[in-house]
């Protein structure tokens, strides 16, 4: 059945709009195939069932709609921390600012060179996950992602690395267009962090596919904020191997529209994946998290703590599932949803969901949304503490869940710090 005429003249709009990267065979391939399933699915709607909380007008937009910029931080996130900076200046790869590609125990590679070969090894990677990832749930942003990135790296590990390897999006135009794309392999026993931060453009669309190998381990920490007006949609799909371990944690602060999509899929025993969020929204600010965690193998582990503090207006959503399939035997899925409403005018819509085919299992799911606790804040107050200051404490101790995720004590200072500062900055 083809796609109903609106949503086919709107996708071939978009895809009119762009024009698709120069590659040689293995990568050509890859993006055609990746072209061919958008237009079969094509560009998502209010009617679509995971896209009900969202309205994707400005996504699905050929034209970008031109951004203010915010004033720029005083110190960027991570600034203090030791690491390997890669950074992209409204979606295009900026060799002066960025750091020498070159680590013990780790290959980098800018995505345009790595698709120019006849032989890569992420030609085993490029599109591969993000494929696996459109089902039961198409994510038609995604396959036009593999289809028209113009940027992006590829990163494999080979042993413990002993730096982060840090993206960072610096946006310095009204109306840029960013589509970046990486592929990132851990090998057997490798361990490799990285660490994302900045505006990225005016719109954004990022592909991240990670591929951890047995006894393999991946960390990932970003933070996306500052400039108010900018929209993002962004994609990060992981295959997990025998005892490895997949940790991503989220920090949101402004943004009109953004939306984190997240499939994770456990194929190998004995492998732990966590994944966390928390976002922090005034006003005309609309953040969504739509998680797919699948468990395909014995005694794995996966955890879901999305934590959203909105106010003025702002909405928050939450679509996470936990799948654990037949013979996923001994699966340990938790996953928790929860929203502060700072007034009467914020929004939390969630649609948590467990599908089980197993029967040794301990899941559950959790949702809730309230205001903050009276009795808590009143104790704080009778204590000389000043209201607003009372009130961000309650707000961090909310949050802190999430934030505990983060393993190195130094980013989760980094983070936390940058909340306070978010806090004091919007009291009212």
Not at 232 to 255: P, W, Y
Request: hydrophobic content about 45%.
């Amino acid at each position: 059945m083809g796609l109903p005429a609106e949503k086919q003249d709107t996708t071939e709009a978009r895809i009119a709009g762009l024009e698709m990267p120069s590659s040689a065979g293995w990568a050509e391939a890859a993006r055609k195939d990746a072209l061919a399933r958008f237009r079969a699915m094509g560009l998502p709607g209010a009617r679509d069932e995971y896209w009900r909380f969202t309205r994707p007008t400005d996504l699905n937009a050929v034209q970008v709609t031109s951004t203010a910029f915010a004033e720029a931080e005083a110190k960027l996130p991570f600034e203090d921390i030791d690491r390997l900076k890669i950074v992209f200046r409204d979606g295009v790869f900026d060799a002066e600012a960025s750091d020498d590609l070159e680590l013990e125990g780790i290959e980098i590679e800018r995505l345009s060179a790595a698709m120019e070969t006849d032989i890569h090894w992420a030609k085993d990677l490029y599109g591969v996950l993000e494929t696996t990832a459109q089902t039961p749930v198409v994510r038609p942003f995604a396959a036009m992602n593999t289809a028209f990135a113009t940027d992006g790296v590829v990163i494999r590990a080979t042993k413990p690395v002993s730096r982060p390897v840090s993206l960072v999006y610096l946006h310095e135009q009204t109306d840029s267009d960013a589509i970046l794309h990486f592929v990132i392999k851990v090998e057997s026993g490798a361990n490799l962090t990285v660490l994302e931060n900045g505006p990225a453009a005016a719109r954004f669309n990022k592909c991240m596919e990670v591929d951890v190998a047995d006894g393999g381990q991946f960390h990932h920490i970003r933070a996306q904020g500052r400039d108010h007006d900018r929209v993002a949609v962004t994609h990060l799909f992981a295959r997990l191997g025998e005892e490895s371990v997949f940790k991503s944690f989220t920090l949101t602060a402004n943004g009109k529209l953004t939306r984190n999509e997240a499939f994770i899929e456990l194929t190998g025993d004995n492998a732990t994946a966590h994944i966390a969020g928390a976002a922090v929204g005034d006003g005309d600010f609309h953040h969504d998290d739509t998680v797919f965690v699948t468990h395909d193998a014995v005694n794995c582990e996966s955890r879901q703590v999305f934590k959203k503090v909105l106010k003025n207006g702002a909405v928050g959503a939450f679509q996470g599932k936990i799948l654990v399939k037949a013979g996923a035997q001994k699966t340990d899925g938790y996953q928790i949803s929860q929203s502060l409403l700072l007034d009467d005018d914020a929004q939390f819509l969630a649609k948590p969901e467990l599908e089980i085919y197993a029967d040794d299992v301990a899941c559950s799911h959790g949702s809730t949304s309230g205001a903050i606790d009276e009795t808590a804040l009143f104790y704080f107050r009778s204590r000389g503490i000043p209201l607003a200051d009372a009130q961000d404490l309650l707000v961090l101790a909310f949050l802190a869940e999430a934030i505990e995720e983060i393993e190195d004590e130094a980013i989760a200072d980094d983070i936390l710090g940058r909340l306070e500062t978010w806090l004091i900055r919007h009291r009212e």
